[in-house]
């Protein structure tokens, strides 16, 4: 079997509605991934500021997985990720 990198990009989908993280909020560390040939992941960190703005327990945020390159990345629709406030107090 041929083994080659895998490439893909992360788009992040700014909803600009309450309770979705927005564009100035949050950052990727990239959103242009590659998987070294003979490897099995890449890690990308994900950074979020601390909004107590509204006091919310949870944002969202959705994500597509485009341009991927030698792989099927099995999805076709946006992923969502919750950020979890866990020192949130009423």
């Not at 960190?45 to 969202?60: C, H, L, N, V």
Request: aromatic share 12%; proline share 3%.
């Amino acid at each position: 079997m041929l083994m080659l990198d895998i490439t893909f990009d992360i788009v992040p989908i700014y909803e600009g509605k309450p309770g979705f993280i927005e564009s100035t909020e949050a950052s990727f560390s990239s959103t242009s991934v590659l998987i070294g040939k003979g490897t099995q992941s890449e890690c990308v960190t994900f950074t979020a500021s601390i909004d107590d703005a509204f006091k919310e327990r949870q944002e969202f945020l959705y994500f597509d997985i485009q341009n991927v390159n030698n792989a099927e990345s099995g999805r076709n629709i946006p992923i969502r990720l919750t950020i979890e406030d866990m020192g949130y107090t009423d």
